[in-house]
């Protein structure tokens, strides 16, 4: 018998495999995994060349796959000022000037990650720098925040026409942007080199495979980031597989989705292409989810969908008949409505075929629509830390949703309960990527309403969601997402027994050791 590389024994393997659901020891040989099964059926596969990593008795998983982020943008993102943990201005000033001082080479003073409790105008802006143009975006990058400066640059702190430049009284920008508003500062910001980019790859793939995280699905894109992730695969950066959609715009054409053709051709071992990616809607914090009733803090507020039934439908048919799978952003319940009255329209002209279509986040969806995810073959990608462990840490939301929606609020147990099949991520860089800090809120969530089902999901549930579920999506379920004979090694090896932990212990444990395509990538020696 031909020995192998790498042989851990002692472990509470999850396998997410049905037919196989527990084991104790694992045998990798090159990238693949030989064994599974018994630590003394194990020993027949080693010998003295053979690693041996002892489990401890702690779990052993599949490598955790994020079904939705936005990688690139988070890694060049990681390199400016961080102010999640601002908790008011004073604290942006803090941060914003730090950060200033330490980059003075830089023309812009650029933050991310911001709160909507924390709203600024240009001029206070103004009051923290007012020498060099400054660009905030908030964590969900749906709203900015911009000085008189950046604003200056970008032509719009008097002109312009876009609804979405919150104006003051006077007609002058307030310094808020909201959506499709905030490219015109993006433009003006001079981009990133190549060399810085890549260098925030490195860095993010090594902290996603600190975390578990083996695989990802990229949810914006065009032949060009996919390019940049394929170069950092050639030389050796990139520690993630990772799935690379191209962003169908409402101005795009038929015609454009041949690129998203060219780079559903691109099929690496760790970088590939093949679906597409449309946003029907924006967030509830900013106003710009497309509802079915009116916001309940603001009965005024229309919002129109990106794309109008008839043009997603014509462009999604379009996809569909090119071989190509489609991702669609809804954060409201007409949003989602839309969408899957637009893939029953598919289904209708194109034939139904094996498609794997998705809908991403699912924030609100009436009850009457949950089965359409089953009956039509819609996968509900859902960020889990998207929901809050109760009204107290919920934010904004709440007041935009009211009381009546609270029931239909990230509702995965009633989705599931509907035969929808789910998918986790985290859409960072919105929120951290950490699976566990997930995992907390998916098993301990409070019930925001006395009649709300409860949405907890079991931790089975969860691990099963990061990872055989999540290759499902990818069409990847035969070579990933399990630890199988035959399959990927993509492993991660956690700190302690995940299932003898309470649930709200869930946090107290850490990933130890990282394993992708047979190497490993990460690994705590302290543990």
């Known amino acids: 018998m031909t020995k192998v590389d790498i042989v851990i024994k002692n472990a509470r393997v999850f396998t997410s495999d049905e037919s196989n659901p527990r084991a104790e020891a694992v045998a990798v040989r090159g990238n693949r995994i030989v064994y599974v099964g018994s630590n003394k059926g194990a020993e027949e596969f080693s010998d003295a060349k053979t690693k041996i990593v002892d489990a401890k008795q702690r779990t052993l998983t599949p490598g955790f796959i994020d079904s939705h982020v936005h990688l690139l943008s988070g890694a060049t993102w990681m390199g400016y000022a961080e102010l999640s943990q601002a908790r008011d201005a004073s604290d942006v000033k803090r941060l914003l000037r730090e950060y200033a001082e330490n980059n003075q080479a830089s023309a812009w003073v650029i933050g991310r990650r911001i709160g909507y409790d924390i709203v600024l105008t240009r001029q206070e802006l103004d009051e923290i720098i007012s020498d060099r143009p400054v660009y905030v975006r908030s964590a969900d990058a749906h709203t900015a925040w911009a000085n008189t400066k950046a604003l200056e640059l970008a032509g719009i702190l008097k002109d312009g026409t876009d609804d979405n430049i919150i104006r003051d009284e006077n007609g002058f920008a307030a310094g808020e942007l909201r959506e499709s508003a905030m490219k015109f500062v993006l433009n003006v910001i001079p981009p990133p080199s190549e060399a810085f980019i890549r260098t925030q790859l490195k860095r993010a793939s090594h902290e996603f495979n600190k975390a578990g995280i083996t695989s990802v699905h990229n949810m914006n894109g065009d032949m060009?980031?996919?390019?940049?992730?394929?170069?950092?695969?050639?030389?050796?950066?990139?520690?993630?597989?990772?799935?690379?959609?191209?962003?169908?715009?409402?101005?795009?054409?038929?015609?454009?989705?041949?690129?998203?053709?060219?780079?559903?051709?691109?099929?690496?071992?760790?970088?590939?292409?093949?679906?597409?990616?449309?946003?029907?809607?924006?967030?509830?914090?900013?106003?710009?989810?497309?509802?079915?009733?009116?916001?309940?803090?603001?009965?005024?507020?229309?919002?129109?969908?990106?794309?109008?039934?008839?043009?997603?439908?014509?462009?999604?048919?379009?996809?569909?008949?090119?071989?190509?799978?489609?991702?669609?952003?809804?954060?409201?319940?007409?949003?989602?409505?839309?969408?899957?009255?637009?893939?029953?329209?598919?289904?209708?002209?194109?034939?139904?075929?094996?498609?794997?279509?998705?809908?991403?986040?699912?924030?609100?969806?009436?009850?009457?629509?949950?089965?359409?995810?089953?009956?039509?073959?819609?996968?509900?990608?859902?960020?889990?830390?998207?929901?809050?462990?109760?009204?107290?840490?919920?934010g904004v939301a709440q007041f935009r949703l009211g009381e009546k929606r609270w029931r239909h609020w990230q509702a995965w147990r009633d989705l599931k309960n509907a035969g929808a099949r789910l998918a986790f991520g985290s859409d960072w860089t919105v929120v951290q990527f950490d699976p566990l800090t997930h995992l907390h809120v998916a098993l301990n969530r409070e019930k925001l309403a006395p009649d709300s089902t409860d949405q907890r999901l079991t931790l089975e549930e969860c691990l099963i969601g990061y990872t055989r579920d999540a290759a499902y999506v990818e069409f990847k379920e035969n070579e990933k997402g399990q630890i199988k004979i035959g399959y990927l090694a993509d492993l991660a090896l956690f700190s302690h027994d995940l299932f003898e932990l309470k649930p709200e212990e869930i946090m107290s444990a850490k990933v130890v050791m990282t394993m992708l395509d047979g190497r490993i990538v990460y690994e705590d020696t302290s543990s």
């Open 224 to 394: 060009r980031d996919l390019m940049t992730y394929a170069a950092a695969e050639d030389a050796g950066e990139l520690t993630l597989r990772v799935y690379v959609p191209y962003e169908v715009k409402p101005e795009a054409t038929e015609a454009d989705l041949q690129e998203a053709v060219a780079m559903m051709n691109v099929q690496g071992d760790y970088v590939r292409g093949g679906a597409v990616k449309f946003f029907m809607d924006g967030v509830w914090e900013s106003y710009t989810a497309f509802n079915i009733d009116p916001y309940a803090d603001d009965s005024t507020v229309k919002v129109e969908p990106r794309f109008s039934l008839e043009h997603f439908t014509r462009m999604a048919s379009a996809c569909d008949g090119l071989g190509l799978q489609i991702a669609v952003h809804c954060c409201g319940d007409a949003a989602v409505r839309q969408t899957l009255n637009g893939y029953e329209a598919v289904q209708r002209a194109n034939g139904r075929r094996d498609s794997r279509h998705r809908i991403e986040h699912v924030e609100i969806c009436q009850s009457e629509d949950m089965t359409r995810f089953s009956e039509l073959g819609v996968i509900a990608s859902v960020q889990l830390s998207h929901a809050p462990l109760n009204l107290e840490e919920s």
